[in-house]
């Protein structure tokens, strides 16, 4: 048996953990920049509050109806993930986090020790809801597609109360006779729009396909997905995730900025971040990309970016940071309104298998790395930063609703009087 346990709105519902005041509330949270809607409470979406919507497009409609606004808040959500990500593992004997707000979970050798799925996967919610404060729901499959179908029933279908189990082929094609083809895992609208043409209307025509029909008009992927839906197991997680081949740090700026110094800055900072995320994976970096550009938008469109090639593969900050000064004067063209900008490792290189050149000096600094990341990691990131990626309001990314660091600032920690 499988699971998929998610949380209902994550990002939405996370602000609700540390300010009960807005528990009742409809809240919405922005994008980057405060760009668009990305997640949506199930108190704003009976408003008909969409998804994706450009909030200035939608701002007075929010205001109508007092919904709550919020920026994301990137540490509160990561933080929270890990605590719910570890109270739901003590469920199983394996589980897989496939993404900020879900878990796979597998049990095989649960299934003579649980006689009710139903009041085990309400276990699950009730102990991640007392822990952490997060709505979850719990989705039982026998094979991890079902289960995730099953997830989506026991979240948006109605007769479902937070848990739903597709264990036989009564509940299977209850289920799946209700799902649309696009709620089936793996298949997005494209290809969601090629299988309609040929009258395949639901989830559950879906799972009546041929297997091996499906392969030679699509690919082995549907044919997977087909298998799945009638209970037959095709797909597994590796026991390790595989390291990134490559390592991006990109964003739109805050405002437009002409300024030299600004933007530097902003590619700097963003160089910092790829640096901190290839020791993370104990990468070392090879190539880095290094790019800015100004709004596509724009009548006079202008983008430039160059490769710096490090003389020996390094993670060193300090390093890194200065490679943009090396590259940047290259990049940067007076009189242009820049809008986004980024690095990028492009060409990265284990740690533990990297060959070093015994005739060179290494560039790499272990220790002071570790340091580094060590204070961040204790007081905030930010806390220790190189000079020339230094926060500046007029690159820095636009967050005018962003709530308290409840986990990571110690001046927003909720304090309890009593």
């Known amino acids: 048996m499988y699971a998929l346990v998610d949380a209902v709105a994550y990002y939405a519902s996370a602000e609700k953990v540390f300010d009960p005041s807005i528990r009742r509330k409809a ?11 990305c997640a949506v409470c199930p108190n704003a979406r009976r408003l008909g509050v969409p998804k994706f919507k450009p ?33 739901i ?7 897989y986090v496939y993404s900020i707000d879900e878990s796979f979970l597998e049990f095989k050798n649960y299934n003579s020790l649980i006689d009710d799925w139903h009041q085990y996967g309400h276990k699950i919610r009730r102990a991640v809801w007392k822990e952490t404060r997060l709505p979850v729901g719990v989705g039982f499959g026998t094979t991890p597609t079902l289960a995730k179908a099953a997830n989506h029933a026991a979240k948006k279908l109605s007769g479902f109360d937070g848990v739903a189990i597709i264990d036989d082929d009564l509940s299977r094609k209850a289920i799946l006779s209700r799902m649309s083809l696009t709620d089936v895992w793996g298949i997005g609208d494209r290809l969601g729009n090629k299988l309609s043409i040929l009258g395949i209307k639901d989830a559950w025509d879906l799972a009546n396909q041929s297997p091996r029909i ?35 740090s990109t964003r739109s700026l805050g405002q437009r900025i002409t300024d030299y110094n600004a933007l530097k800055a902003a590619i700097t ?11 993370q994976q104990r990468s070392l970096i090879k190539r880095l990309l290094v790019f800015a550009s100004s709004s596509p938008h724009d009548e006079n469109y202008y983008k430039k970016s160059l490769i710096y090639e490090f003389p020996a593969a390094t993670d060193n900050t300090i390093k890194i940071a200065e490679a943009i000064s090396y590259v940047f004067d290259s990049i940067y063209l007076p009189g242009v309104n820049f809008y986004r900008c980024g690095a990028g490792a492009i060409e990265l290189e284990n740690r533990r298998f990297y060959q070093q050149d015994m005739f060179s000096v ?21 806390t220790v930063e190189v000079a020339a990626a230094g926060q500046n309001e007029k690159w820095a990314m636009r967050r005018n609703f962003l709530s308290p660091s409840y986990t990571s600032k110690w001046k927003d920690i909720p304090k309890i009087i009593c």
Not at 27 to 37: E, H, S, Y
Not at 55 to 82: M, P, T
Not at 89 to 95: I, L
Not at 234 to 240: G, I
Request: hydrophobic fraction near 35%.
């Open 269 to 279: 900072s963003h160089a910092c971040i790829v640096a901190r995320k290839a020791r």
């Open 89 to 95: 593992g003590r469920f199983c004997d394996n589980q």
């Open 362 to 382: 290494s560039i790499n600094n272990p220790k002071l790395m570790k340091c580094y990341d060590k204070i961040n990691k204790r007081y905030g990131k930010g």
């Open 214 to 248: 499906m392969r030679n008009q699509f690919s082995v992927l549907v044919e997977r997905t087909v298998n799945e839906l009638n209970g037959v197991p095709c797909l597994s997680w590796d026991e390790v995730r595989q390291d990134k081949k490559e390592i991006f």
């Open 55 to 87: 909030y200035f497009q939608i701002k007075n409609f929010l205001a109508k109806h007092n919904v709550v606004i919020r920026s994301s808040n990137y540490e509160l959500y990561a933080d929270l993930s890990d605590k719910m990500m570890n109270v």
């Open 27 to 37: 809240v919405v949270v922005l994008t980057n920049n405060d760009g668009c809607i």
